[in-house]
């Protein structure tokens, strides 16, 4: 079972008629290469034959996306693999998620209504705005505007920001704002990464791609970051970048590149992606090993709720707050996997003692992606704390004022010693 209800990501399968947007099955997503010289491969994986290189604006047909690769199609191989690092989506299908979505002249609220589009009606998406809130689209032949809460498509995370979309709002930002973004980001203390200085102008993904030079052999990183530190697809904090991984405090990765606020690097799974330098220290030797230090994978996501954990993921760093349930400002423990499972249109009772009586019982060594994981951690009834269970033994939960949302192990001492049980919402 897929969950694909909320109006971020629902992908409609029956195609309503249209006169302003084809109703033909998607006709093709394109990825444009943002480098020069890099391989193509064969496989996804370096160890495959080279079959090719880029030129920077070579486009291709993109077939599949996994972690850290483009799958293409290539001439005379029918298909080959590009590092995701170096293609952007210059055309992404999509879907319309709801009924009377309003197309608009500009990415903005106060713009001109043009039309409207309603469920399952098919768009070609060529850009988006800075902050991800708006996708550029073509309708009826002319460029426009839907909001990103009424879209779907399986890549549209990857559509790079447009310049030309962005509003004026976003370009005149001021630096009290850029300073609560970043207070936000920290979470207490919780995973982060760096932000641009408040008196700069901040970089898009592809203008720091492009300060990226190849790092001394032997290169090194030791995570610093209590809560942890997300491994991205792409050198953003943008909303829809994808989180590969969620290195943990101490954990050691390879550094492949290194660029302004950014490096590129390998963890042990053979992913690649990008993490902040701010929260690391480097070495130059032979890297240790990482006995002890959790790297989630999110390849474990497995499950009929896998979905949901997914998107969990997404509000690491979130502060603590006391019968909070925004996941942008602040969610306590119960109000976290509450608005999560809300964002999907599921209902869950508000505090943990109430929830542990809804769903299935679970045993521990069947837990899969999704499943509440709950907690007698001192509270006044047996069950005090919940958070939700992503795999390889890890769950996400807001833990504490000084850390917010943060991924943990299961099975460390007292996370052990306070489990009280789990129960499977979706079955």
């Known amino acids: 079972m897929t969950l694909l209800k909320n109006k971020g990501v629902l992908i ?21 290469v943002t480098r020069d010289s890099i391989n193509i491969r064969s496989g996804d994986s370096t160890d495959s034959q080279v079959i090719g290189v880029t030129n920077t604006g070579d486009q291709y047909a993109i077939l599949d996306v996994e972690p850290g690769w483009v799958k293409i199609s290539y001439p005379n191989s029918g298909e080959a693999y590009i590092a995701s690092l170096y293609v952007k989506v210059s055309e992404a299908d999509a879907s319309v998620t709801d009924h009377a979505v309003n197309v608009r002249t500009a990415p903005t609220t106060s713009s001109d209504v043009i039309g409207q589009a309603n469920v399952g009606e098919t768009v070609t998406v060529t ?49 009290e704002n850029v300073i609560n973004q970043v207070i936000g980001e920290m979470g207490g203390g919780a995973a982060v990464e760096a932000e641009a200085a ?4 901040k970089l898009t993904a592809e ?15 030791i995570i610093n970051s209590p809560g942890g530190l997300r491994l ?51 070495y130059v030797g032979e890297k240790p090993e990482n006995t002890g230090h959790t790297d ?95 795999g390889d033994n890890m769950y996400i939960h807001s833990s504490t004022y000084s850390t917010g949302v943060i991924v943990e192990d299961l099975y460390d001492d007292y996370s052990t010693s306070t489990y009280v049980g789990a129960k499977r919402i979706i079955n």
């Open 296 to 390: 989630f994978n999110k390849d474990s996501l497995t499950g009929d709720a896998a979905e949901i954990a997914e998107y969990a993921l997404d509000f690491i760093g979130t502060p603590y707050v006391y019968g909070g349930t925004d996941l942008t400002s602040g969610v306590d423990c119960s109000g976290f996997v509450y608005s999560v499972y809300q964002h999907f249109g599921i209902t869950l009772q508000r505090n943990s003692a109430s929830m542990y009586s809804q769903g299935t019982y679970v045993s521990k060594d069947e837990l899969q992606a999704g499943d509440l994981v709950f907690f007698n951690t001192g509270g006044n009834t047996n069950i005090s704390h919940v958070g939700m269970y992503l």
């Open 232 to 282: 991205r697809s792409t050198p953003s904090t943008d909303s829809g970048n994808t989180i590969i991984s969620v290195l943990s405090d101490g954990y050691a990765v390879t550094v492949l590149e290194s660029g302004e606020g950014w490096l590129h690097v390998s963890d042990d799974y053979g992913n690649e992606g990008y993490i902040s330098s701010e929260y690391v220290e480097l």
């Open 127 to 175: 850009g988006k705005t800075e902050d991800g809130a708006w996708y550029k689209v073509s309708y009826n032949g002319q460029e426009a505007y839907i909001s990103a809460d009424y879209l779907g498509g399986s890549y549209l995370y990857l559509v790079q920001a447009d310049k030309q979309t962005e509003t004026k709002q976003a370009e005149t930002k001021t630096a």
């Open 12 to 32: 409609v399968s029956t195609l309503l008629m249209s006169a302003a947007f084809s109703t033909a099955v998607f006709a093709s997503n394109v990825g444009t």
């Open 207 to 221: 203008d720091i791609l492009l300060t990226f030079q190849p790092a001394e052999k032997n290169t090194y990183a």
């Open 198 to 201: 408040v008196d700069a102008p």
